[in-house]
């Protein structure tokens, strides 16, 4: 079983690809900028591309294994074992808008355990402007592939040791919301003078993996929507794997179908830097309890 998620995780990297290719193809057309204004555009509605792109990553899986088919129609009945594809949009909405290289295209693989809990299993993260992916599968380790001028390099990845927010990198993505941007930056101005640096890239999907391979020491964002849950599960495993910690800002575990106040570090500086996110000026916290996910440290 294990040798075949390993060897699945290979060939949906090579689905996400071509999806890439497709989905980069068109962020190089000319758009008008007018109809991308954040005041008249709500980005959680995605992009005209996503479907087209979600539609095409979903019929090339379904040559490798359909399982029980796509993880936004699952159904209320389940089997210890059973399998769904997790496929989202593009990552990165106002990047790939922008003409921004940040963004990704995810694909993960939910299984339910015996208690009825569905974890990702299995995720891949292809960013085509950047020539990266991010491809791990549940006991396999997580793995950075990246084109050079030489040919492909694949890496076994690892977070840094980094274990004080002093002299730390740390990430944070916030909504176009007004009212979760503010939640976002009640925090980053309460960690002023802590972090060596503070970025904001995105998506989260790249955040999170970039905290597994140790760019970041930690990230950060609230109010992350079920629409994310594409990004997030796909990152989650590649974090797993590579013995990171994924949580809700309180410590609880995700909750894989409503909204998250997400953190993700090396295990080392959580504990100093969860202060400064469970006393922001929140309003409400999304946090909620399921079984532990496998591979979670």
């Not at 509605?45 to 019929?59: A, H, T």
């Not at 389940?78 to 922008?98: E, F, H, K, L, T």
């Not at 964002?221 to 797993?240: F, K, M, N, T, Y």
Request: charged share 20%; hydrophobic share 40%.
């Amino acid at each position: 079983m294990q040798a075949g998620l390993r060897e699945l995780a290979v060939q949906v990297s090579r689905i996400a690809e071509d999806a890439g290719k497709h989905a980069l193809k068109d962020q190089l057309m000319p758009k008008d900028l007018v109809t991308l204004n954040t005041v008249q555009r709500d980005y959680s509605r995605g992009l005209k591309v996503d479907d087209r792109l979600s539609q095409f990553i979903y019929n090339r899986l379904t040559y490798i294994d359909p399982f029980k088919g796509r993880w936004e129609d699952r159904t209320d009945e389940w089997a210890p074992g059973d399998r769904y594809w997790c496929v989202g949009g593009v990552d990165g909405v106002i990047n790939y808008s922008r003409s921004m290289a940040e963004w990704s295209v995810t694909i993960s693989l939910f299984e339910f355990n015996e208690f009825g809990s569905a974890q990702p299993i299995l995720g891949v993260i292809h960013a085509p402007a950047l020539n990266l992916t991010y491809l791990a599968a549940r006991q396999q380790g997580a793995i950075r592939m990246r084109k050079t001028p030489v040919g492909e390099k694949r890496e076994k990845i690892m977070p840094s040791t980094v274990s004080h927010l002093d002299g730390s990198i740390v990430s944070f993505g916030m909504s176009y919301v007004p009212q979760e941007a503010q939640h976002a930056l009640n925090v980053v101005a309460s960690l002023a003078g802590k972090p060596a640096d503070i970025k904001r890239i995105g998506p989260v999907s790249l955040d999170v993996c970039k905290v597994a391979d140790g760019t970041y020491d930690a990230y950060f964002e609230p109010h992350l929507h079920e629409r994310d849950v594409p990004a997030i599960s796909a990152a989650a495993v590649v974090l797993w794997e590579a013995q990171g910690q994924l949580s809700t800002w309180e410590g609880g575990l995700i909750h894989w179908r409503s909204q998250n106040d997400l953190v993700a570090t090396n295990g080392q500086i959580i504990q100093e830097l969860q202060p400064y996110l469970i006393n922001s000026d929140c309003g409400e916290s999304y946090h909620h309890h399921e079984q532990k996910p496998a591979g979670q440290q």
